[in-house]
């Protein structure tokens, strides 16, 4: 087996996983979200994504939108404005579809990536495929990820963190410039999904 079919097959695996530890999210993409009956901060988000496709649809001015602080409005240019990159793919995604399978798919594809790329990482150290996709199952399908999953969409996009340190190893066993921009990348993708991540994983690589 090539060493490109088997990452393909690997990532199927952590697809056909997402769906079962997911179950019956998959088969109800477009009614339902997941979450705390505790918590509201979905149905902030969600409700941000339906008005952005609104305004998009009857042609309003995002930065003057009076469905939100009536009268004077709200300038949704500052949630979801197009300069940064989290913000254009849930837009994207939203007037694609729409607000609820959009936020869904973010999620899916969350937990199919982070444990694709932990596999990724771990095989990269251990050279063992039963390590990697052990590790890929602990880290993707962790009981953090699923909180995060149904309370804060952007600190559910962990899949970023073991593509950056896969990244450092890849620099640190080649120095080239594809490599160099391979660090560049990922460290653009984790600091454009959550700051948070970024700062650790800055941390991470003066440690490293």
Same mark, same amino acid.
């Given at each position: ?7 393909? =097959?690997?990532?199927? %695996?952590?697809? &056909? %996983? /997402? ?19 505790? /918590? !509201? *901060? ?12 609104? +305004?998009? *649809?009857? !042609?309003?001015?995002?930065?003057? +939108? ?11 240019? @500052?949630?979801? $404005?197009?300069?940064? %990159?989290? *913000? ?26 982070? $444990?694709?790329?932990?596999?990724? %990482?771990? =095989?990269?150290? /251990? ?42 190893? +890849?620099?640190? @066993? ?27 994983? &800055?941390?991470?690589?003066? /440690?490293?």
């Amino acid at each position: 087996m090539g060493k490109i079919s088997k990452n393909i =097959y690997i990532l199927v %695996l952590f697809f &056909v %996983l /997402t769906i079962f530890f997911t179950y019956p999210l998959t088969f109800r993409m477009n009614r339902v979200i997941p979450g705390f009956s505790s /918590t !509201d *901060e979905p149905y902030a988000v969600t409700s941000y994504m339906w008005l952005v496709r609104y +305004c998009q *649809e009857n !042609d309003f001015d995002l930065r003057k +939108c009076d469905f939100i602080a009536y009268p004077s409005g709200v300038n949704l240019k @500052d949630y979801a $404005g197009t300069s940064h %990159l989290w *913000e254009f793919i849930k837009k994207f995604l939203t007037i694609l579809s729409n607000h609820i399978f959009a936020f869904n798919l973010l999620i899916f594809l969350g937990f199919v990536l982070s $444990g694709w790329f932990t596999y990724l %990482l771990t =095989y990269r150290i /251990t050279q063992s495929n039963l390590a990697a996709i052990l590790s890929g199952l602990i880290f993707a399908f962790s009981p953090y990820h699923f909180a995060r999953s149904w309370q804060h969409l952007s600190l559910s996009h962990i899949q970023w963190i073991p593509l950056y340190l896969l990244s450092l190893l +890849c620099l640190k @066993d080649k120095s080239s410039i594809k490599n160099i921009l391979f660090v560049a990348f990922s460290l653009f993708l984790l600091s454009s999904f959550n700051f948070y991540y970024a700062y650790l994983m &800055v941390i991470a690589t003066a /440690t490293f």
